[in-house]
């Protein structure tokens, strides 16, 4: 039986059922879960029989007779658990096929024959949904599309979606499985539901709060700035030690290393002498002596003495 129409059967028993005043008792259970068909009466029982309705048939399951349970329909075995005289059924490990009227015939001493019905619809289990992100493309009345699904095509399945800011507490945003939403001012988080009416499911998405362009300009500054900074203290820092080298270079100069070259005659009456005075850089002794400004490497200077004869 498809699930849609597991769905119209349970809407018709129920409107039956409300209409005449009695009929089957809805149940609701999942698939792999287990379910109670429940029975309380005050008289004593000698025997019920179980009956499975399902696809327009009906088969015999089990039966509770004297003081015995006997499951007799083969699918049901070690899955179904009796309690209070029969009267009262668990079970199992539940399948889709489980979905159907399931009706208990109970005699008492008087062999008075009594009946209750349950209307057991199994339903599957709801797989975790996957969200995605699409930014919008139009008028800009929204930022992002978020798509809910899950793989699963049944009718039974519904879709709401939850958001909640920082740690509060989740609020109602909208039915349905798509929605469009604008940035937020803060970051929310949006939560997916995926429901029926036997289990759900749920995802959730982040959603950064807005950044304007003014912040998103103040953002970079602000990542830009300290680097900017450490680049002009370092150059700073350069420039200190580049002069202080400088003004150690800078000191006082003595004169040394007087060499004599060949004489030269340009008559007979004097003598021409040249001598060369190199210039070596010298640390300072004194610093308050007021001497010129020292020469930065060794410097030759040639003079000319003439001597008369």
Same mark, same amino acid.
């Given at each position: 039986?498809?699930?849609? &129409?597991?769905?119209?059967?349970?809407?018709?028993?129920?409107?039956?059922?409300?209409?005449t005043g009695n009929g089957p008792?809805?149940?609701?259970?999942?698939?792999?879960?287990?379910?109670?068909?429940?029975?309380?009466?005050?008289?004593?029982?000698? +025997?019920?029989?179980?009956?499975?309705?399902?696809?327009?048939?009906?088969?015999?399951?089990?039966?509770?007779?004297?003081?015995?349970?006997?499951?007799?329909?083969?699918?049901?075995?070690?899955?179904? +658990?009796?309690? =209070?005289?029969?009267?009262?059924?668990?079970?199992?490990?539940? @399948?889709?096929?489980? @979905?159907?009227?399931?009706?208990?015939?109970?005699?008492?001493?008087?062999?008075?024959? =009594?009946?209750?019905?349950?209307?057991?619809?199994?339903?599957?289990?709801?797989?975790?949904? +996957?969200?995605?992100?699409?930014e919008c493309k139009g008028d800009?009345? #929204?930022?992002?599309?978020? =798509? #809910?699904?899950?793989?699963?095509?049944?009718?039974?399945?519904?879709?709401?979606?939850?958001?909640?800011?920082?740690?509060?507490?989740?609020? =109602?945003?909208?039915?349905?499985?798509?929605?469009? $939403?604008?940035? /937020?001012?803060? @970051?929310?988080?949006?939560? #997916?539901?995926?429901?029926?009416? *036997?289990? &759900?499911?749920?995802? @959730?998405?982040?959603?950064?709060?807005?950044?304007?362009?003014?912040? &998103?300009?103040?953002?970079?500054?602000?990542? $830009?700035? /300290?680097?900017?900074?450490?680049?002009?203290? *370092?150059?700073?820092?350069?420039? #200190?030690?580049?002069?202080?080298?400088?003004?150690?270079?800078?000191?006082?100069i003595t004169y040394s290393d $007087?060499?004599?070259?060949?004489?030269?005659?340009?008559?007979?009456?004097?003598?021409?002498?040249?001598? *060369?005075?190199?210039?070596?850089?010298? &640390?300072?002794?004194?610093?308050?002596?007021? $001497?010129?400004?020292?020469?930065?490497?060794?410097?030759?200077?040639?003079? +000319?003495?003439?001597?008369?004869?």
């Amino acid at each position: 039986m498809k699930d849609i &129409e597991r769905i119209f059967f349970l809407s018709l028993l129920l409107y039956i059922r409300v209409v005449t005043g009695n009929g089957p008792s809805p149940v609701i259970g999942c698939e792999y879960g287990s379910v109670l068909l429940p029975c309380s009466l005050s008289f004593p029982v000698i +025997e019920a029989i179980w009956d499975f309705s399902f696809n327009g048939r009906s088969v015999k399951v089990a039966d509770f007779r004297n003081q015995k349970f006997s499951i007799i329909r083969k699918e049901f075995h070690s899955r179904m +658990e009796w309690s =209070h005289n029969g009267i009262t059924l668990t079970i199992t490990n539940l @399948t889709m096929e489980d @979905t159907g009227i399931y009706t208990a015939l109970i005699y008492d001493t008087e062999y008075t024959k =009594h009946e209750i019905s349950h209307n057991l619809t199994v339903f599957n289990l709801v797989p975790k949904p +996957e969200i995605k992100r699409e930014e919008c493309k139009g008028d800009g009345q #929204c930022d992002y599309t978020l =798509h #809910c699904s899950v793989p699963s095509d049944s009718p039974a399945l519904s879709y709401s979606w939850k958001y909640r800011d920082k740690n509060s507490e989740y609020h =109602h945003y909208a039915h349905g499985s798509t929605i469009q $939403i604008s940035s /937020p001012n803060e @970051t929310m988080t949006f939560l #997916c539901l995926v429901q029926n009416p *036997a289990q &759900e499911n749920n995802s @959730t998405v982040v959603i950064e709060r807005k950044v304007n362009a003014e912040n &998103e300009r103040l953002q970079v500054a602000m990542m $830009i700035a /300290p680097g900017f900074a450490a680049l002009v203290l *370092a150059a700073v820092v350069f420039l #200190c030690v580049r002069m202080r080298r400088e003004n150690k270079k800078k000191e006082d100069i003595t004169y040394s290393d $007087i060499q004599s070259f060949p004489q030269g005659r340009t008559n007979e009456k004097e003598d021409i002498t040249y001598i *060369a005075i190199q210039a070596f850089p010298q &640390e300072r002794t004194d610093e308050n002596l007021m $001497i010129p400004e020292p020469l930065l490497c060794p410097v030759k200077t040639y003079v +000319e003495i003439k001597r008369y004869l």
